[in-house]
């Protein structure tokens, strides 16, 4: 997938992919306008709504209702190298059936977010 980005007023920035468009700022003290997520929020962000998702297909596969269903992540700094633990906290709806719980977590960690991150990805930059 590409993603273009390009650069807005002040510390804002634009990234589009396809027919979307994602706008990122920085805080105050940062010389933002605290206007819009920064980009490490939508990384961190992105391991939730990923496991949310997965929890949501597991259960309209179950025919189970979602409603009330709340996801949790809380993240700590594991060491000073920027090693993170990221916890994942999945408040199950009233009535959600008990034998499924043990299934619910195996769905919820095939996320495809979380896949990548453990992969270790590479990255490379080229200045042009």
């Keep these: 997938m590409e993603i273009s980005v390009s650069m807005l007023e002040g510390q804002k920035q634009s990234a589009k992919f396809g027919d979307l468009e994602v706008i990122s700022d920085q805080s105050v003290n940062a010389g933002g306008g605290a206007e819009h997520p920064e980009p490490f929020d939508y990384f961190l962000v992105s391991m ?6 997965y929890a949501r297909k597991f259960c309209e596969q179950r025919d189970i209702s979602t409603e009330g269903m709340t996801l949790t992540q809380n993240n700590e700094n594991v ?3 920027g090693k993170k633990l990221f916890s994942i906290e999945v408040n199950l709806p009233d009535g959600f059936p008990v034998k499924y719980k043990k299934a619910l977590i195996a769905a919820v960690n095939t996320c495809t977010v979380k896949k990548v991150i453990q992969a270790v990805p590479e990255f490379s930059v080229v200045v042009k």
């Design 79 to 81: 060491d000073d190298n």
């Design 48 to 53: 939730v709504l990923c496991a949310g998702f």
